[in-house]
């Protein structure tokens, strides 16, 4: 089973940049997709952004320009960049990645725990 570990989230102000990494562990597995989502304060869960593992990536409208999606294959680690960070892109960010389990014969979607990245002057 593949585990996922969140890092990276914080206080920041407006205007600011944080970096958030995703790490996946475990043993007998390729990673397929990996993918960013959040969820602020009564709203529901979002895409962020997700990332093939070409490092093809496609982002929502509203971080276009601002967040850049990453990942190291060889770590089986995926990064977020976040410039120009607003209050508006509170919320807790979830790295989600699907994957090949070769223990199983199955390919699983998996969700990591959350961090939460908290904008505010």
């Known amino acids: 089973q593949v585990r996922l570990m969140e890092s990276g989230g914080g206080l920041v102000q407006p205007g600011e940049s944080l970096r958030l990494s995703c790490a996946a562990s475990g043993s007998r597995f390729s990673i397929n997709a990996m993918g960013w989502y959040r969820q602020a304060p009564g709203k529901e869960r979002e895409l962020v952004a997700t990332?093939?593992?070409?490092?093809?990536?496609n982002y929502a409208d509203s971080v276009k320009g601002r967040f850049t999606a990453s990942r190291d294959n060889a770590k089986n680690t995926a990064y977020l960049q976040m410039y120009s960070l607003q209050p508006e892109d509170t919320a807790v960010y979830f790295c989600?990645?699907?994957?090949?389990?070769?223990?199983?014969?199955?390919?699983?979607?998996?969700w990591g725990e959350g961090t939460l990245v908290t904008v505010s002057s």
């Open positions: 989600n990645v699907e994957y090949n389990d070769y223990n199983l014969g199955a390919t699983i979607e998996t």
């Open positions: 990332i093939t593992g070409a490092g093809r990536a």
